[in-house]
């Protein structure tokens, strides 16, 4: 769903995003959103209408970050105890793995974990920060109630 800032209108709802499995990210020329799916790298116009599907790295806890000509999307996933980063061209349609390194962060379906990442100004880098984390439900009580 996009809502406009400041605007009275009601948020645009983009349709068959039912496959979402990751956080959305924006194109740096703001005309298109890019997530993952189950299988894909997907590519979304801001209006819903036009949907591209390209290669997406294999593992869990997937990351992504636009190049600043938006030619390419850097990604990182962790599996198997390494953390991969790669490369996805927009023009080719293909995906290179870039680096692969050992890591002690072990994601598995019983832990919630999060993921996030950002292309350094310059383009060289892709900084990630990782953790996990638990969810507790709490009731607040002897708080005065809205009127």
């Given at each position: 769903?996009?809502?406009?800032?400041?605007?009275?209108?009601?948020?645009?709802?983009?349709?068959?995003?039912?496959?979402?499995?990751?956080?959305?990210?924006?194109?740096?020329?703001?005309?298109?959103?890019?997530?993952?799916?189950?299988?894909?790298?997907?590519?979304?116009?801001?209006?819903?209408?036009?949907?591209?599907?390209?290669?997406?790295?294999?593992?869990?806890?997937?990351?992504?970050?636009?190049?600043?000509?938006?030619?390419?999307?850097?990604?990182?996933?962790?599996?198997?105890?390494?953390?991969?980063?790669?490369?996805?061209?927009?023009?080719t349609s293909t995906i290179k793995l870039v680096s692969k390194y050992k890591s002690?962060?072990?994601?598995?379906?019983?832990?919630?974990?999060?993921?996030?990442?950002?292309?350094?100004?310059?383009?060289?880098?892709?900084?990630?920060?990782?953790?996990?984390?638990?969810?507790?439900?709490?009731?607040?009580?002897?708080?005065?109630?809205?009127?």
């Amino acid at each position: 769903m996009i809502v406009e800032v400041g605007a009275l209108s009601p948020p645009i709802v983009l349709h068959d995003t039912h496959d979402l499995r990751s956080w959305i990210y924006w194109s740096p020329d703001g005309k298109r959103l890019s997530y993952f799916n189950d299988s894909s790298t997907v590519l979304i116009s801001k209006d819903g209408k036009n949907k591209i599907f390209l290669p997406s790295p294999d593992g869990k806890g997937k990351i992504m970050s636009w190049a600043n000509d938006g030619s390419t999307i850097y990604a990182a996933s962790c599996s198997g105890g390494f953390i991969r980063t790669y490369k996805i061209s927009l023009s080719t349609s293909t995906i290179k793995l870039v680096s692969k390194y050992k890591s002690n962060l072990i994601l598995s379906g019983t832990t919630a974990y999060s993921l996030f990442g950002s292309l350094t100004p310059d383009g060289n880098s892709l900084i990630t920060s990782a953790g996990t984390s638990r969810s507790d439900i709490w009731i607040m009580e002897g708080f005065p109630q809205p009127q």
